[in-house]
């Protein structure tokens, strides 16, 4: 079965064209520039990037061990609290998880809308968008 997709009006450029200009508006948005910076003040603190990683990988050995069904101890869980206490503890490191909380969700934000004008074929309504994007039941 050969199926015929009609001719786009739009070219890639013009796509192209505006995503550009969503990023930019991102990046020009002055809350935003407080988040870069704190990314960019972690990546420079070598002791805030030991701590994140040391309270990362703790964490991650947990998981590991829960997945596969093994019981974690008193000892394992007070480590990693000790761990993740030390980094939230650092103004560098504690930024930093901040500003990856908000990043991510301005990812999801911008993906779910995305996502809601191909599944509707339209831009989505403000409660579609509250809904769905940034609301409780997305």
């Given amino acids: 079965m050969t199926m015929i997709i009609g001719e786009s ?3 890639d450029a ?3 064209t505006k995503v550009k200009e969503l990023c ?3 990046i020009d948005d002055p809350a935003l520039k ?5 990314i ?3 990546m420079e603190n070598d002791e805030a990037k030991e701590l994140f990683t ?3 990988s703790t964490g991650e050995s947990l998981q590991m061990k829960q997945q596969s069904g093994l019981e974690l101890t008193a000892g394992e ?3 990693y609290n000790k761990a993740r206490e030390e980094m939230m503890n650092n103004p560098v490191a504690s930024a930093f998880v901040g500003a990856q909380e908000t990043i991510q969700g301005i990812h999801q934000t911008v993906g779910k809308a995305i996502s809601l004008v191909f599944e509707n074929g339209r831009v989505p309504t403000d409660e579609e968008f509250e809904s769905h994007c940034c609301g409780s039941g997305g």
């Fill in 9 to 11: 009006t739009t070219s």
């Fill in 14 to 16: 013009d796509y192209k």
């Fill in 24 to 26: 930019q508006t991102i």
């Fill in 34 to 38: 407080e988040v870069f910076e704190g």
């Fill in 40 to 42: 960019d003040k972690f």
């Fill in 54 to 56: 040391k309270m990362q």
């Fill in 77 to 79: 869980v007070e480590e």
